[in-house]
């Protein structure tokens, strides 16, 4: 089973990634800066490996300082980026998905561990009702 970690900059808040004007929608400043910095781990580190299979992911969130945030706020940005830098193929792959804020470090950073799942560690309707 393939497991990978990634060290990554704080993503822009979910709030504030997106821009609307003249009936269109685009990427904010920050986000698009995000996501050319996402790129360019990914590039470096050899990473775009547009991973087909199913996905289990375990976020480590250190924010930048102590003002309160919502966790999931961390995620879109932050997946829409690796799906574009070509990490996986598309967010909808993650089947299991764990958030863990940690403590506040200066500039704020992630850390993942995405591991690939096999067809059978998927759960059942009945697997979680009996029991």
């Known amino acids: 089973m393939n497991e990978y970690r990634l060290t990554l900059p704080w993503p ?7 821009r609307h004007a003249r009936g269109r929608n685009y990427l904010s400043e920050k986000a698009e800066k995000f996501a050319e910095e996402v790129n360019s781990i990914i590039q470096q580190q050899d990473l775009a490996l547009k991973l087909p299979q199913k996905l289990s992911v375990t976020i480590y969130a250190s924010p930048p300082d102590n003002r309160k945030r919502d966790l999931d706020n961390v995620l879109k940005g932050l997946f829409d980026a690796l799906t574009k830098a070509g990490f996986w ?37 009945e697997d979680i009702c009996t029991g």
Not at 12 to 18: A, D, K, L, Q, V
């Open 12 to 18: 822009p808040s979910n709030n504030t990634n997106y």
């Open 89 to 125: 193929l598309d967010d909808s792959q993650i089947d299991h998905l764990s958030i863990i804020r940690i403590t506040k470090r200066k500039g704020g950073g992630i850390r993942m561990q995405v591991r690939a799942l096999d067809d059978e560690s998927l759960l059942t309707w």
